[in-house]
C-alpha cells in the first residue's frame, strides 16, 4: 500500500479538529479524576481506623511474650490449689492434734497449778 498523500493544507485543518477533540477530552478526564478524588476520599475515611487498630495490635503483639508466659504459670494454678489444699487439711489435723495435747497438757497441770497455790508466799486470790 502506497503511503495516502495529504496536502499542506489538509493538515492545517485536521490539527485544530484534533485540539479541539483533545480539549473535550480534557473536561471528560477532569470530571472522572474528580469522581474519583469523591471515592478516594470515602475510602480514606472507610480506612481511617486501620492505623490506631494497627498500633493497638502492635501493643499486643509486643505483650504476647509475657501473656503466654503467665498463661503457663495460670495452668499450674489449679495444681498448686489442690496441693495447698492438701497442705491445709494437714495443718487443720495437726492443730487439732495440738489443741487436745494442750487441753491434755492443761488438764494434768492443774493438780501441779493448785499444789503450787498453797506453798508458802502465794497469792490465795485467783
Known amino acids: 500500500m502506497a503511503p495516502r498523500f495529504v496536502s ?3 493538515r492545517l485543518l485536521s490539527t485544530p479538529a484534533e485540539v479541539i477533540a483533545g480539549l473535550r477530552m480534557l473536561a471528560e ?3 472522572h479524576t474528580e469522581r474519583v478524588a469523591e471515592e478516594m476520599s ?3 475515611e472507610s480506612t481511617a481506623v486501620i492505623e ?3 498500633r493497638r495490635m502492635a501493643t499486643i503483639a509486643e505483650a504476647m511474650p509475657v501473656l503466654v508466659e503467665v498463661q503457663s504459670h495460670l ?3 489449679p495444681d498448686t490449689l489442690e496441693r495447698l489444699d492438701e497442705r491445709i487439711d494437714r495443718l487443720t489435723t495437726l492443730l487439732e492434734t ?3 495435747s494442750v487441753a491434755s497438757l492443761q488438764d494434768s497441770l492443774e493438780p501441779i497449778g493448785r499444789l503450787a497455790k498453797r506453798l508458802p508466799g502465794q497469792s490465795r486470790a485467783g
Do not use: N, S, T, W
Open 29 to 31: 478526564i477532569a470530571e
Open 52 to 54: 490506631p487498630m494497627d
Open 98 to 100: 495440738l489443741a487436745v
Open 42 to 44: 470515602r475510602v480514606a
Open 8 to 10: 499542506p493544507l489538509g
Open 75 to 77: 495452668a499450674r494454678v
